[in-house]
């Protein structure tokens, strides 16, 4: 059985320094990865283990809590030369997360967010998208500049099931997170069963959101099994039919079709 973690930060402290240990393992268990940037280091560090590791994929961007108004510009144009190398599938995290300044830099990630919405159709490369008490907001963006063909991941989808029949409607993917797997979340659990299962993929987030029995110590890609079985335990399918299935999205996802 493959399972692909879609967003894993494999390029930041306190993972980075264990990535040849997480490799192997992820190897091993036939564990597939993208690794996300969140800024310009930690996006050409993701495409320097994307390309020395196997199974290993990057995606990057500037995450829209670490824009800086007065170096993006340069930052963009370092990310638009950057996303031409092969291993590159997508673009982000991008997106908006008005959760830590309350909204007060709400602008300026508006108009970061669609440069990367036009970067990821310029480029035909999959748009990775944040959102944090900003659905809303990010509805409306998509509604008006996401193409039909465009590929969209909703990365660690955590909104009502308003949002989710927005996404839907809008084509997007939907990343399923550890948070699934936590035992507050009956309420989320309650919409697993909402997404059309050709628009579902999985995640850990990792070093972020370790998923039960872990919650609260660090996370890694090793772990996106808990999130898949809770999954797979919601949707009451058979395990084997519903990580191909799943695996199959995540190709089409990222436009990779030729992983085996």
Not at 5 to 22: F, G, V
Not at 212 to 229: A, H
Not at 237 to 260: C, S, V
């Amino acid at each position: 059985m493959k399972l692909f973690d879609t967003h894993a930060h494999l390029n930041i402290k306190p993972l980075e320094q264990d990535i040849d240990s997480i490799h192997q393992q992820c190897i091993e268990q036939n564990i597939y990865v993208n690794i996300v940037g969140i800024d310009l280091e930690s996006s050409i560090k993701a495409i320097e283990q994307a390309n020395k590791y196997k199974n290993f994929y990057a995606i990057i961007g500037i995450h829209p809590s670490d824009i800086n108004e007065k170096t993006f510009e340069d930052e963009f144009n370092k990310i638009i030369e950057l996303s031409k190398q092969n291993k590159v599938v997508g673009i982000g995290e991008t997106g908006l997360d008005y959760y830590h300044d309350k909204g007060q830099n709400k602008n300026n990630q508006i108009k970061c967010f669609i440069k990367f919405i036009e970067l990821s159709k310029n480029l035909d490369k999959t748009l990775v998208v944040h959102v944090r008490d900003a659905h809303e907001d990010a509805i409306e963006i998509l509604k008006k500049y996401k193409d039909k063909n465009q590929r969209v991941i909703i990365h660690c989808f955590s909104g009502e099931k308003k949002h989710l029949d927005e996404y839907l409607k809008l084509g997007c993917y939907i990343s399923i997170s550890g948070i699934v797997t936590f035992k507050n979340a009956k309420q989320f659990q309650s919409l697993i069963n909402e997404i059309d299962e050709s628009k579902l993929i999985i995640e850990t987030d990792s070093p972020f959101l370790s998923p039960e029995p872990f919650r609260g110590k660090r996370n890694s890609p090793l772990n996106i099994q808990y999130v898949f079985n809770k999954v797979a335990e919601l949707k009451q399918n058979d395990k084997k039919e519903l990580a191909d299935r799943i695996f199959e999205n995540t190709k089409k996802a990222f436009n990779i079709p030729n992983i085996i």
